[in-house]
């Protein structure tokens, strides 16, 4: 039997037109297939194409970017270095402005120191009302300018961060009521009501600093009203009582009765030179109020200013409550005492000044012995100089020499144990810390000679 072999095509079918139109039909799907193949090959591949050239046209654009975004960085290095230059700069020449005006504060306010005392030693012996009267006028003058060179000072030390409160526990009734009796004469000469209320409180903040502050808010408040006065009030906020004062808070008004400021002045009140129109015939610097802000922003205590024109300005502060209490500190009342006849040793280098101080302290009848220095102290102990009754030493003196050296000398030598008032024109904490140390009264320049006569009279009470 003959089979038919595996590659051989089986017999095809007859043509017929039938067949024919199978076989066509056939090779037209065969046809539409490879058709739509060719053509979902020929998408694909124009896709990638086509996704190729994206990628190649992006990767142009980024590295475009990138180079654009490197410049800039490069750019903006370059600035912060600059602007890193001139911050440094900038802080230096601060430094240096501070270093300047902390330095030469001595030396600004000893010229001063000398003209006040001579000035009052001449008041002293001018007997005709012209006389008095000029006198009276140059004082008003020497005043002022020590009013500027102290805020000056004040402000460049507060803007360099070189004032460092020392936050205690402090009795603000005492507080208030040394600021009262200090201004209470200057209120009664514009016919004024100057009125205290104040709580039994004790507070933590800088009782230095404080006092300044509220001393700048008062003087403010009698300058700028002319009729009715000036309220100090101070309470507790944030609870009553006694217990634990942990969160609890103080609020201090100054509020006067003045002319008051307008609405569109309000945010220029704590700026330098601010005077608030005309003035009661004083003399304003308009450094009083920025220097309030500056000092509260040491203390981190809150300021806020309220004001009506016409009615009245209020300035409030903000202080915690201290949790405990402090210690009892003696208050010392002047009294007034004589002079005559009180043996005083004065150590100043400043010839001017020693010599001002000589004739002032000798108008008041006291007995006078006037040195520049340790050395001289000695050389006059070695003819006979007997002990003083009270001492009058400048810190600082010749050839970085201190006051305090004659102090020290005296008493691990001769054993005396002189009442001490030191004078200086630095207001650093560390003298302070210094003078207590001593048992030393402090009185910085330029000396009032009403204060240098109330606290020698007291001391030799």
Request: charged share 25%; net charge negative; aromatic share 4%.
């Amino acid at each position: 039997m003959n089979r038919p072999l595996p590659w051989m095509e089986p017999p095809s079918e007859p043509d017929t037109v039938e067949s024919l139109s199978r076989r066509v039909a056939k090779l037209e799907r065969i046809n539409a297939s490879l058709m739509a193949h060719v053509e979902r090959t020929m998408d694909q591949q124009g896709g990638a194409y086509s996704l190729f050239q994206t990628a190649i046209m992006l990767e142009g654009r980024v590295r475009a970017r990138t180079e654009e975004l490197t410049a800039l960085m490069h750019s903006l290095e370059r600035s912060n270095e600059a602007l890193q230059a001139a911050k440094e700069e900038a802080e230096t020449a601060n430094r240096s402005k501070t270093r300047f005006l902390a330095a030469a504060s001595h030396d600004l306010l000893q010229p001063l120191n000398a003209a006040r005392l001579s000035l009052s030693a001449l008041t002293d012996l001018a007997a005709g009302a012209e006389a008095q009267t000029i006198a009276r006028q140059v004082e008003r003058g020497l005043e002022t300018i020590e009013d500027l060179i102290k805020a000056l000072i004040d402000i460049s030390k507060l803007d360099a961060g070189v004032v460092r409160p020392v936050v205690k526990s402090v009795r603000l009734a005492d507080l208030v009521a040394g600021i009262e009796a200090s201004f209470r004469p200057f209120a009664e000469r514009k016919e004024l009501r100057l009125v205290t209320r104040c709580d039994d409180l004790v507070v933590e903040t800088d009782g230095i600093l404080m006092q300044r502050i509220l001393q700048n808010l008062v003087s403010n408040a009698i300058r700028y009203t002319e009729r009715g006065g000036v309220l100090i009030a101070a309470r507790r906020r944030g609870g009553e009582g006694g217990g634990d004062a942990r969160g609890k808070t103080c609020r201090i008004d100054v509020v006067d009765t003045g002319r008051g400021i307008p609405e569109h002045e309000l945010a220029l009140v704590f700026e330098e030179f601010y005077r608030g129109g005309h003035e009661d015939g004083g003399v304003g610097l308009g450094l009083g109020l920025s220097i309030v802000q500056r000092m509260a922003s040491t203390l981190g205590h809150d300021v806020t200013l309220h004001s009506r024109t016409g009615h009245g300005t209020r300035v409030s502060l903000t202080l915690p409550v201290a949790a405990g209490r402090p210690d009892a500190q003696p208050r010392l009342t002047p009294l007034a005492t004589a002079l005559t006849g009180a043996r005083v040793l004065v150590i100043e280098n400043d010839a001017s000044t020693a010599e001002a101080l000589q004739r002032l302290l000798r108008n008041w009848d006291a007995e006078v012995h006037t040195f520049a220095d340790l050395a001289g102290v000695v050389t006059a102990l070695g003819a006979g100089l007997g002990r003083p009754d009270v001492m009058v030493i400048d810190y600082h003196l010749d050839h970085g020499a201190c006051g305090f050296d004659v102090v020290d000398y005296l008493r691990r030598n001769r054993g005396w144990v002189t009442p001490v008032i030191l004078t200086t024109a630095d207001h650093s904490a560390d003298i302070e810390r210094q003078a207590r140390a001593h048992g030393a009264e402090l009185v910085h320049k330029p000396i009032k000679p009403a204060q240098l006569r109330s606290l020698l009279a007291y001391m030799l009470a």
